[in-house]
């Protein structure tokens, strides 16, 4: 069976400071049609923005963001366990750290934990440990992190479910003429050098950091696709269908 990595942003997870449910329940019935064809891997932003539902603090203070993060990552995951629930899935949270990934015995152990997991039908929620860790030792968003927990996952393509339709030529929310890449294969270097772009309070990086996690996965020769978190219409159709009438495939075939 194929493996693929899905990876959700706050953005979809949450809205008006509220955990989003019905987004939530669209996004986990979503995944449970995908099981019955693939191996699926879910990488989870929401932690910090599920915190701040329970906890009113300032996201922009070091220690405050980590303070969101530590009670929303049990109220984050109990939201999904509930949704999964429905399906008698079983769930799982695996904490992750760019450390993890400079070290080999680490992610063999990763493998390892996940291909368990996968055998005996658990659904692996993965998100970034920034609670206890240093800047150094986090990516500092779950764009980059799910590239590299695609890749060393071994799965064939990574989806990025986020509040835009795909890879547009320039700002779709300040230009209405902005047009749709549907497949790209090269990134261009001075797209990787712009600043943060995110429009959510409680994303990070927007687009390029999207942007970055694709050129990861071009080099590693592996495929991804950006569409649409709060329709999944688009991500249905590419997955489960095989039609592209949306979102962007970035594919490593030529590049």
């Known amino acids: 069976m194929k493996r ?126 920034d609670i206890t860790t240093i800047s150094e030792q986090v990516f500092g968003d779950n764009d980059q992190l799910s590239a590299h927990v695609a890749h060393h996952s071994g799965s064939e393509i990574l989806v990025i479910l986020s509040d835009i339709d795909g890879y547009y030529d320039k700002n779709p929310n300040e230009h209405d003429d902005a047009v749709l890449f549907k497949l790209v294969t090269k990134i261009p270097p001075s797209e990787l050098q712009k600043p943060d772009s995110s429009t959510h309070e409680f994303a990070t990086g927007g687009i390029v950091t999207k942007l970055k996690a694709t050129q990861f996965m071009l080099d590693q020769g592996r495929d991804m696709f950006l569409c649409n978190g709060y329709d999944l219409t688009s991500a249905e159709e590419f997955l489960l269908e095989g039609t592209h009438n949306k979102g962007t495939l970035f594919s490593h075939s030529n590049s």
């Open 4 to 129: 693929i990595t899905l990876k959700v942003g706050s953005g979809v997870l949450t809205e008006n400071n509220a955990v989003a449910k019905q987004r939530m329940l669209n996004l986990v019935s979503f995944i449970v049609k995908l099981k019955q064809f693939y191996d699926v891997i879910l990488v989870s932003s929401g932690a910090v923005s599920s915190g701040y539902t329970a906890l009113k603090l300032d996201r922009k203070k070091h220690i405050s963001k980590k303070v969101l993060a530590a009670v929303g990552q049990p109220i984050l995951m109990s939201n999904y366990k509930a949704l999964f629930d429905i399906y008698d899935v079983v769930t799982s949270q695996v904490l992750m750290t760019e450390e993890d990934f400079d070290s080999l015995a680490h992610i063999e152990i990763f493998r390892q934990i996940i291909d368990s997991q996968i055998e005996h039908e658990i659904m692996p929620i993965v998100n970034e440990n």
